[in-house]
């Protein structure tokens, strides 16, 4: 017997909802914890927060199943990363993640909190990635001409849940490095 009435069960708790609050939060800050060290993000699941619709989560990437050689990690950075469009300062972070996958070149993530979105225009630009969601994308206002320069997944499959919410800048017009 739960102790619960039956009008509330299948239904959380606040004690439920706490904990499902802080490990998403623990979740976000893993990176910070895991400096330098690959996080395998398959082994990381939340099913907890699932049940509670609680989770930015697509599910499991049809994708990566069908292309288990077409491969993706993500780690932190390890140490302070910017992001810089001339001499503005776009991004700053000691909890970025690089994302490496099969074929391209590394990409720094940073956490939304430490971006300066007031600088940056949200785009109607959308793409879809099989492996790892559907991304949104962020503007600048150059020269009276909107530009995308970074990305964002909301929602992401199981396999990249890690950079859920982090933003990328291109690299071929934002320069991200150590400062």
Not at 56 to 83: E, M, W
């Amino acid at each position: 017997m739960s102790g619960r009435t039956d009008a509330q069960e299948g239904q959380p708790s606040d004690k439920d909802l706490r904990c499902v609050q802080a490990a998403l939060y623990l979740a976000s800050q893993v990176g910070a914890e895991l400096a330098g060290r690959e996080v395998l993000l398959e082994a990381l699941p939340l099913p907890a927060a699932a049940e509670y619709g609680v989770t930015n989560s697509l599910g499991a990437s049809a994708a990566a199943r069908k292309r288990p050689d077409h491969t993706i990690t993500v780690s932190a950075t390890g140490d302070t990363r910017i992001a810089l469009l001339g001499d503005i300062e776009l991004a700053r972070s000691d909890r970025a993640l690089l994302l490496s996958e099969a074929g391209y070149p590394p990409v720094v993530y940073f956490p939304p909190d430490d971006v300066r979105t007031e600088i940056l225009i949200p785009s109607e630009t959308r793409t879809h990635c099989p492996f790892k969601g559907d991304a949104s994308y962020w503007a600048v206002d150059i020269d009276g001409k909107l530009r995308d320069v970074a990305w964002y997944y909301p929602r992401t499959f199981d396999e990249v849940g890690a950079i859920a919410g982090f933003i990328a800048f291109y690299g071929d017009q934002v320069v991200v490095r150590a400062p």
